[in-house]
């Protein structure tokens, strides 16, 4: 853990997954496991606990024995929705936390460093959101949030309609941690079918 001050994590699985075909783009196999069971696999012990925000039944997540939380907001608005969710389940349920971490449930190479140098780069930083970056690539949705930002977003997402997760965090200092993209990208996500297969060839590679 990165220190004494929980840091809890929340996976975004709530997506309609359009380019997947549809139904539960994280459950689908990579290496033999979920990609969803490889990111909580994955981030277990970096965070002092994990949410999982999904629409739907949440039965169909109980293996993972994971709290499931819905969209803050009707109508599949995208990932702020579910990082919304994410805070007011930490404010009510950890109200120790201040810190979150948000993961999307299709990216089965997280580091295993992702929470440790985000939090030292919000830290030497002094900002209330440090994001992951590799290869040039910017990736908003792997990130650290203050607590302190629910408001704000809620009324980003609530009053303004606001959907674009990096629009929204450039109103604010943020904080970035640089991983290599070499010999593959950590931060893969498998969107397409074509996608899932690479991912399967590149767990070979995770695994060596």
């Not at 969209?71 to 950890?94: K, N, T």
């Not at 399967?200 to 060596?208: G, I």
Request: proline share 9%; hydrophobic share 50%.
């Amino acid at each position: 853990m990165p220190d004494t001050n929980p840091i809890i994590g929340v996976l975004l699985a709530g997506g309609l997954a359009q380019r997947m075909g549809g139904g539960d783009k994280p459950l689908r196999s990579v290496g033999g496991q979920s990609m969803l069971a490889r990111v909580a696999a994955r981030l277990t012990p970096q965070c002092d606990g994990l949410i999982l925000n999904a629409n739907g039944d949440p039965a169909r997540f109980a293996d993972l024995r994971l709290p499931v939380i819905a969209d803050a907001v009707a109508g599949f608005p995208g990932p702020l929705a579910g990082i919304l969710a994410g805070l007011d389940w930490v404010a009510s349920h950890r109200p120790d936390a201040r810190w979150m971490l948000s993961a999307a449930a299709d990216c089965p190479f997280l580091p295993r460093d992702l929470v440790r140098r985000l939090d030292e780069a919000r830290r030497a930083q002094d900002a209330p959101l440090a994001v992951a970056t590799s290869g040039g690539q910017t990736h908003h949705v792997i990130a650290l949030w203050s607590l302190a930002l629910r408001a704000p977003l809620r009324d980003a997402v609530v009053n303004e309609g606001c959907r674009a997760v990096g629009r929204w965090m450039a109103r604010f200092p943020v904080a970035t941690a640089a991983w290599p993209a070499t010999p593959f990208d950590p931060f893969f996500n498998a969107n397409t079918p074509d996608d899932l297969a690479e991912a399967n060839r590149l767990a070979s590679l995770d695994e060596a």
